[in-house]
């Protein structure tokens, strides 16, 4: 099996992140090429989509390694930002618990093309940012838990559990960001492209 076709990992895409923004602090790229890097190593599925952001790094190449066995899902992730994005679609391990913080930066979550559990707990922190969160039909959102200073909270779902898709408790604030849940556009491009 070509190890490039390999899918990667989250702690893969934050190794590579990391790397970035070791390379930034080095002065080896720009800010701008940063941004441009990190938003395609949180796109990256393969190994081999993951190369090119590293390519002219050194010390950057990518070794993968065959799992043994499909890791476990993780009982709780915490997805942070500043003034960057983090996007995650496709199949990912969404996990029980979410922490979900962005200063001015945003995050987007699609959890329609995976097998997400039964119950979600989501914990957001928006400072000035934003927090997209798109469901699989029949999920359903209680935001009651969030709260807001001049920030906008915005659901397009069911308040209660419908029985037919997972429910998510969302508690946190959203202090001049904005936090948006809703069911995936049909037709449409959203503005992140998806």
Known sequence: MDGGN????DA?????????HTA???GRITLTELEDRLGAVYAARTFAELEPPLADLPGAAIAPVAPAAVPARKEAVHLNTEMGSI??????????????????GSI??????TRVPPEIAVDVS???????LVLPPGASADVDGV???????STKVPHVPTGS???????????????????ARKGLKDWFGA
Not at 87 to 104: C, E, F, H, I, N
């Open 108 to 113: 987007h979550l699609d959890l329609t093309e």
């Open 126 to 132: 928006t400072g000035m940012g934003s927090v997209t």
């Open 165 to 183: 898709g997972p429910h998510l408790t969302v508690t946190g604030s959203a202090g001049m960001g904005t936090l948006s849940i809703r069911y």
């Open 87 to 104: 996007k995650r679609t496709g199949d990912w391990p969404v996990p029980a618990q979410l922490k979900l913080t962005t200063s001015m």
């Open 24 to 26: 930034m602090g080095e």
């Open 12 to 20: 893969d895409r934050e190794a590579a992140a990391q790397r970035l």
């Open 6 to 9: 390999l899918r990667i990992s």
């Open 147 to 153: 709260k807001t200073s001049w920030g906008t909270v």
